[in-house]
C-alpha cells in the first residue's frame, strides 16, 4: 500500500439538490493524492452524484468543490478522466476510431497505452463500437479513461453488468495500467469484494451523507472484518464521522 | 493534432447521415418534380420544384443542428467532458451543418440553374433576361439563403441550450413548454421591436441600392447594412447565450 498525504480533492459543506431532491446534504469530505479509493453505498446514496461534481458535469447547490484547489468546472476535465456509469458511445466509431477520436482530444492521452489495453482487453480496433457486446464496450470505455495521464480517474460503476471472468480481468487491468505515483483512482461499485483487494482507502455514504472514510488496511490488519462487513456494521450503527 | 480539428472530424461524422439522408430526401423530391413536370407535360413545373426546394434551404442549419444536437444530447456527458470551451463544440457542429448546406445548396443551384436556362430556357420566355441578372440575382438569393440558414440554426441551438437547462431544473415537459413559447414569443418580439423609431435610428443606414432588373424576381430594391450588422450582433449575442449556458448550467 502507498502513503498518500497530499490533500487533493476537497469538497467543502456541499449540497446538491436534482430539483427539489437533494442527492448530496452538507457533504464535506476531503481525499488524499495518490490512491485508489472505493466509493459504497447503496442505491441512489449519491455515489454517481460525488463523481459527477468532482467532474465538473454538475455543479453543487451549495458549497464548493475543488481539485489540488480548483473549482470543478467543465474545465477540470484537463485534470479529471471521468468514465459514467452510461452504456452511451459514440457508435458511428469503430474501437480505433474512438481511440484516435481521444488522442486527438486530450493532450495527456497515452496512446501506447491505449494500445496495450485494448491488448489486454482483446479488443479489436477495427471493430464498430455499436457492433460490440456489452462488455466489450464497458472494457473500450475503461482503455480511453485510463489511457489518459492525469492526476485523477473516476470510475463509476465500471463493473455493472460484465461477467465475473471480464470484472477479474478489469480490476487486474486496474492495477497493471495505472500510476501509483501520480494517479489517484476513484471507484463506485457494487461488486465490493472484486475491488477490495486493491482498495486503499473506502469512503461510505448513505442518502447524500457521508457516514465514514476508512484506510482499508486498517479494516483488514487491526479490525479484521471485510468492507462488506464493515458497512454493515456501520449502517446499523448509523456511521458517525470517521 | 489540434483537439478542435478532433471535434470537426467527430460532428462530420455525427452529421454525415444526416446530411446524406437530406441528400437523398432532394433526389427523391426532385424525381417527384421531373415526373409531375413530365405528367403535365409543363417543364415549369420542374422550375418551380426546384425553386422552392432552393428556398427551403433556408430551414437546412435548423435541421441539422435538429439531428445533431438531439443525437448529441444522448452522449451529453461525453460532449461535455471534452476540454473544449463550449462555443468551440458549438461551432465545430455549425461548420459541419453549414459545408453540408453549402454542398446541397450547390447542388440544387446547379439544377435549378441547369433547368431554368437548358430545359425551360427563361432567356427565351423573357428576353429582357440576361446572364448578368441571372448571376447577379443567384448570388444575392443564395448568400441570403446561407445567412438566414445560418441565423435559424444559431437561434436552435440557443433554444436547445435552454431547453437543456430548464429540462433539467424543472422538468422535460416545463423545458418543452418554455422551448415552444420562445420559438413564438421570440420573433413577435423581434419583430415589435424592429418597428420601433429606436430601431430604425440605431440600425437603418448605409442603404445600398439594388440595381437588379425588374424581370430578375428580387423583390428587395435596396438593402440597409445596419440591417445586417444587427442580426450579426443577434446571432452573435444568441450564439455567446447558449455557449454560456452550456458551459455554465447544462448539467448531466
Known amino acids: 500500500m502507498r502513503s498518500g498525504v ?27 493524492h495518490g490512491k485508489i479509493i472505493g466509493l459504497v453505498g447503496e442505491n441512489g446514496s449519491g455515489k454517481s452524484t460525488v463523481l459527477k461534481l468532482i467532474s465538473g458535469l454538475i455543479s453543487p447547490t451549495k458549497g464548493s468543490v475543488t481539485v489540488d484547489g480548483e473549482p470543478a468546472t467543465r474545465k477540470i476535465s484537463s485534470r479529471v478522466s471521468y468514465l459514467s456509469e452510461l452504456d452511451a458511445y459514440y457508435t458511428f466509431y469503430t474501437v480505433g476510431e ?16 491505449a494500445e496495450e489495453i485494448l491488448d489486454y482487453m482483446k479488443l479489436d480496433r477495427s471493430k464498430k463500437v455499436k457492433d460490440l457486446s456489452k462488455g466489450n ?44 505515483e501520480k494517479q489517484t483512482l476513484i471507484i463506485t461499485t457494487h461488486e465490493i469484494k472484486e475491488i477490495e483487494p486493491i482498495l486503499d482507502m473506502v469512503v461510505l455514504i448513505k442518502d447524500g451523507t457521508l457516514l465514514k472514510v476508512e484506510e482499508v488496511e486498517e479494516l483488514r490488519i487491526e479490525q479484521n472484518v471485510s468492507i462488506v462487513e464493515w458497512m454493515k ?10 | 493534432m489540434n483537439p478542435w480539428w478532433g471535434q470537426l472530424a467527430k460532428e462530420y461524422r455525427l452529421g454525415r447521415g444526416g446530411a446524406i439522408g437530406a441528400l437523398i430526401a432532394l433526389f427523391l423530391y426532385l424525381g417527384i418534380g421531373v415526373y409531375t413536370s413530365w405528367r403535365m407535360g409543363n417543364p ?7 425553386a ?61 440553374l441547369i433547368s431554368g436556362t437548358m430545359i425551360v430556357n427563361l432567356f427565351e420566355l423573357n428576353p429582357e433576361l440576361t446572364w448578368p441578372d441571372v448571376i ?14 445560418l441565423y435559424i440554426g444559431i437561434g436552435l441551438t440557443f433554444l436547445w441550450a435552454i431547453y437543456l437547462v430548464v429540462s433539467k431544473s424543472l422538468g422535460k415537459v416545463s423545458g418543452n413548454v418554455i422551448g415552444i413559447v420562445l420559438f413564438f414569443f421570440l420573433p413577435w418580439l423581434m419583430s415589435k421591436w424592429e418597428s420601433t423609431g429606436l430601431f430604425d435610428a440605431l440600425f437603418v443606414w448605409g442603404r445600398i441600392d439594388l440595381n437588379f432588373s425588374d424581370v430578375a424576381y428580387v423583390a428587395f430594391k435596396h438593402v440597409y447594412i445596419g440591417y445586417y450588422f444587427y442580426h450579426f450582433l443577434l446571432a452573435l449575442l444568441l450564439l455567446f447565450t447558449a455557449s454560456w449556458l452550456i458551459e455554465r448550467k447544462v448539467e448531466v
Open chain 1, 6 to 32: 497530499e490533500q487533493m480533492i476537497e469538497f467543502n459543506q456541499v449540497t446538491k439538490k436534482y430539483r427539489s431532491q437533494a442527492a448530496l446534504n452538507d457533504f464535506s469530505l476531503t481525499l488524499p
Open chain 1, 137 to 180: 464496450r464497458g472494457r473500450l470505455k475503461i482503455a480511453v479513461t485510463l489511457a489518459r495521464e492525469v492526476p485523477v480517474i473516476l470510475m463509476d460503476e465500471p463493473l455493472s453488468g460484465l461477467d465475473p471472468m471480464v470484472r477479474d480481468s478489469i480490476v487486474k487491468g486496474l492495477l497493471s495500467f495505472m500510476d501509483y
Open chain 1, 233 to 242: 456494521q456501520v449502517y446499523q450503527d448509523g456511521g458517525m464521522g470517521k
Open chain 2, 136 to 149: 447577379s440575382t443567384g448570388v444575392f438569393i443564395e448568400i441570403h439563403i446561407i445567412l438566414i440558414a
Open chain 1, 98 to 113: 474512438t481511440v484516435d477520436y481521444y488522442k486527438s482530444l486530450y493532450s495527456d492521452f497515452n496512446q501506447s497505452k
Open chain 2, 44 to 50: 415549369e413545373t420542374f422550375l418551380a420544384f426546384c
Open chain 2, 52 to 112: 422552392f426546394a432552393l428556398m427551403m434551404h433556408v430551414l437546412y442549419m435548423a435541421g441539422y443542428m435538429c439531428v445533431s444536437l438531439i443525437r448529441e444530447q444522448r452522449t451529453l456527458h461525453l460532449w461535455l467532458q471534452t476540454p473544449l470551451p463550449a462555443y468551440k463544440l458549438l461551432l465545430a457542429k455549425l461548420l459541419n451543418g453549414w459545408g453540408a448546406l453549402a454542398f446541397s445548396l450547390f447542388i440544387i443551384s446547379a439544377i435549378t
